[in-house]
């Protein structure tokens, strides 16, 4: 018996040793995840134990602790897991990718420095860690990825949609700003549903966002989308008088 009251025979594999939660997450796991550094401490001491073992989601202790944005217990995982820092769970988020959907800009920052990080992994539904952060609105975060050279600023998902694209979609006008100034950004790309940055703008009513997309020197219009429908358009069908205005006026 321990300090924090846990029983482990001499030799025996403490991954194996307590009981597992419903999801599978091993002792060290767990403690990653409710960011207890203490016991993340006295679990590191072992040297038999599997570091990054993942749990039923394929998640890792180094992907709870990214998750959670428990820096100093990442930064303690990231040194015990030998290099490992692109495991992905079984939705094919690497802890990159859940780090930058949460918005812990200092755990994306520290990744970023990693010699084998993969900065523009995408997860099975074709999402990179740029485009969580942007749909989720983590301006700092994506300041951060649109400095890594092997972050492509315009990737598609697999339904067309791009960073852009879902920050226009959602609203964060100060991400789109960001995006809207790439040299390689296309301000004008298409989802499968023919809706371009401006037209979800449009049909979601966020002014903010058009009046940034509008500034664009590129800026179209007029493109239409698989029903024919210009963002115009899509402002006259949802009645929304201040979207119509916020593209008339620019």
């Not at 025979?9 to 194996?16: F, H, Q, R, T, V």
């Not at 983590?138 to 890594?148: G, I, M, P, Q, W």
Request: charged share 25%.
């Amino acid at each position: 018996m321990n300090a924090f009251g846990l029983q482990f025979a001499p030799g025996s594999d403490i991954n194996e040793s307590v009981s597992l939660d419903d999801d599978g997450n091993t002792p060290l796991g767990l403690a990653a995840k409710c960011g207890c550094l203490p016991l993340v401490k006295y679990f590191l001491e072992w040297p038999a134990l599997f570091f990054n073992k993942p749990n039923f989601h394929g998640v890792t202790p180094l992907a709870q602790a990214a998750t959670g944005g428990h820096e100093a217990i990442f930064n303690r995982l990231l040194q015990a897991c030998n290099g490992d820092v692109n495991m992905p769970d079984n939705n094919g988020d690497t802890p990159l990718a859940r780090a930058a959907e949460e918005g812990h800009a200092l755990i994306v920052r520290t990744l970023l420095q990693q010699d084998d990080i993969l900065p523009d992994s995408r997860n099975i539904y074709g999402e990179t860690p740029l485009a969580l952060a942007a749909e989720r609105g983590h301006y700092d975060v994506v300041e951060l990825l649109l400095k890594s050279p092997d972050v492509e600023t315009d990737s598609a998902d697999r339904e067309g949609c791009t960073p852009l694209a879902r920050a226009a979609a959602m609203g964060h006008a100060d991400c789109v700003r960001v995006l809207a100034k790439q040299p390689d950004v296309n301000i004008n790309s298409k989802d499968v549903d023919g809706y371009t940055p401006l037209a979800w703008a449009a049909r979601r009513g966020h002014c903010a966002v058009i009046r940034v997309l509008m500034e664009h020197i590129k800026i179209d219009t007029e493109s239409r989308d698989e029903d024919g429908f210009t963002p115009l358009m899509i402002a006259l069908h949802e009645g929304r008088s201040d979207v119509i205005r916020a593209i008339c006026e620019a």
